[in-house]
């Protein structure tokens, strides 16, 4: 047990030395919830909107009023043709131009949109949106509900997503060089010579970047709930027991790739190939996974953080019990078990 714990502190005392890895453990997760919180966001906000109307009746003008007082649209031309606008639209001076027809007024029809949809999940929304302001909430009969997330803040989304990927990269690339590091500096001969099992040696190296990750998961929680205002709806128990479940399977993804790569520069190039592109790709962090084509569907499959993604969604946001995630939790569990599995073997291998 001395050993053992000889061994973990060496390894924590040589992380902490490192001012680097350091900085990549805890300035990473800061910045990126920093930029996924409050600049990279789907919120409709400030769309410059052109107003096309030949007429001034009430309802026309009680509808203009409610977009200029609304905080998604910023009316910035109000003119007299639809051919005008669109050439406001194509000169960047627009983002959208809503026309009112004759009928406007009378039949409550009447009314065209012309958007830039250059990126055509923003003029979904810029279009939705534009329609629900518009129409006069007495009259219309249609009345949205949208729950879990009434305001509609991109944070909700992101948050997960940005936990799944960045325990993934700690965990897993972080492990791999230090198991390659050893290798390359020609110290992993000596402690396999040493009175200690191998696998004590391999649980220690990876028991420091164990509690780093849950100080990041608490780190990321609190910045959050506190910084970002999502909120954490479920119960924060199953919310870090699962989170502890899926940094053992990205320690074990790091033992892999350690037993596959000779040096450092071959674990990073490894682990960017196998865990950053598809994490973030493939996960439905950015896109939705039912929109991919059924190729990139099935590959999304085998992709762990999509799972811990959808757990952490449901758990955080949805606010739903364990029973609810039971589907993710297994099949992260039998990564989990068939990762450490491999890993252990190819590394009793390569030792024989």
């Not at 502190?9 to 919830?33: A, C, N, W, Y």
């Not at 923003?122 to 329609?131: K, L, N």
């Not at 791999?176 to 020609?186: A, D, L, M, P």
């Not at 959808?310 to 606010?319: P, S, V």
């Given at each position: 047990m001395?050993?053992?714990i000889?061994?973990?502190?060496?390894?924590?005392?040589?992380?902490?030395?490192?001012r680097?890895?350091?900085?990549?453990?805890?300035?990473?997760?800061?910045?990126l919830?920093?930029?996924?919180?409050?600049?990279?966001t789907?919120?409709?906000?400030?769309?410059?909107?052109v107003?096309?109307?030949s007429?001034?009746?009430?309802?026309t003008?009680?509808?203009?009023?409610?977009?200029a007082?609304?905080?998604?649209?910023d009316?910035t031309?109000?003119v007299?043709?639809s051919?005008?606008?669109?050439?406001l639209?194509?000169?960047?001076?627009?983002d959208?131009?809503?026309v009112f027809?004759?009928?406007?007024?009378?039949?409550?029809?009447g009314?065209?949109f012309?958007v830039?949809?250059?990126?055509?999940?923003?003029?979904?929304?810029?279009?939705t949106?534009?329609t629900?302001?518009?129409?006069n909430?007495?009259?219309?009969?249609?009345?949205?509900?949208?729950?879990?997330?009434?305001?509609m803040?991109?944070?909700y989304?992101f948050?997960p997503?940005?936990m799944?990927?960045?325990?993934?990269l700690i965990c897993?690339?972080?492990t791999?060089?230090?198991?390659v590091?050893?290798k390359?500096k020609?110290t992993?001969?000596?402690?396999?010579?040493s009175?200690v099992?191998p696998l004590?040696?391999i649980?220690a190296?990876?028991?420091?970047?164990?509690?780093?990750a849950?100080v990041?998961l608490?780190s990321i929680?609190l910045?959050?709930?506190?910084?970002?205002d999502?909120p954490?709806?479920?119960?924060?128990?199953?919310i870090?027991?699962?989170?502890i479940?899926?940094?053992?399977?990205a320690?074990?993804?790091?033992?892999?790739?350690?037993n596959?790569?000779?040096s450092?520069?071959?674990?990073?190039?490894?682990?960017?190939?196998?865990?950053?592109?598809?994490?973030v790709?493939?996960s439905?962090?950015?896109?939705?996974?039912e929109?991919?084509?059924?190729?990139?569907?099935w590959?999304?499959?085998?992709?762990p953080p999509?799972y811990y993604i959808?757990?952490?969604?449901?758990?955080?946001i949805?606010?739903?019990?364990?029973?609810?995630?039971?589907?993710?939790?297994i099949?992260?569990?039998?990564?989990?078990?068939?990762?450490?599995?491999?890993s252990?073997?190819?590394?009793?291998?390569?030792?024989?």
């Amino acid at each position: 047990m001395k050993h053992f714990i000889s061994f973990i502190q060496k390894e924590s005392r040589h992380i902490l030395r490192d001012r680097r890895t350091m900085l990549i453990l805890f300035g990473m997760p800061v910045v990126l919830m920093l930029i996924f919180g409050f600049a990279i966001t789907n919120d409709v906000k400030n769309v410059r909107t052109v107003v096309v109307t030949s007429q001034a009746d009430h309802l026309t003008r009680q509808a203009i009023d409610r977009l200029a007082v609304s905080e998604y649209f910023d009316i910035t031309a109000t003119v007299g043709t639809s051919q005008e606008a669109e050439r406001l639209i194509r000169s960047q001076r627009a983002d959208m131009a809503i026309v009112f027809g004759k009928d406007f007024a009378s039949k409550k029809s009447g009314l065209q949109f012309i958007v830039d949809a250059s990126d055509p999940n923003m003029a979904q929304q810029w279009t939705t949106y534009a329609t629900q302001t518009i129409v006069n909430p007495q009259l219309s009969t249609v009345n949205s509900k949208m729950l879990y997330n009434p305001q509609m803040k991109s944070a909700y989304n992101f948050v997960p997503a940005i936990m799944g990927v960045l325990l993934m990269l700690i965990c897993a690339m972080m492990t791999s060089i230090s198991i390659v590091r050893e290798k390359e500096k020609g110290t992993m001969e000596v402690l396999l010579v040493s009175p200690v099992r191998p696998l004590t040696i391999i649980i220690a190296k990876t028991v420091p970047y164990l509690v780093l990750a849950l100080v990041i998961l608490v780190s990321i929680l609190l910045m959050a709930r506190y910084v970002l205002d999502v909120p954490l709806s479920g119960s924060v128990v199953w919310i870090i027991a699962v989170s502890i479940l899926y940094i053992l399977l990205a320690l074990s993804l790091g033992l892999l790739i350690s037993n596959i790569s000779n040096s450092q520069h071959m674990a990073l190039l490894l682990s960017a190939m196998v865990l950053l592109m598809p994490a973030v790709m493939l996960s439905g962090m950015l896109f939705p996974i039912e929109s991919m084509p059924p190729v990139l569907q099935w590959l999304s499959a085998v992709i762990p953080p999509r799972y811990y993604i959808e757990a952490m969604r449901k758990l955080m946001i949805m606010g739903v019990g364990i029973g609810e995630v039971v589907r993710e939790v297994i099949i992260l569990f039998i990564m989990t078990a068939l990762l450490l599995a491999v890993s252990l073997a190819r590394f009793k291998t390569r030792l024989e």
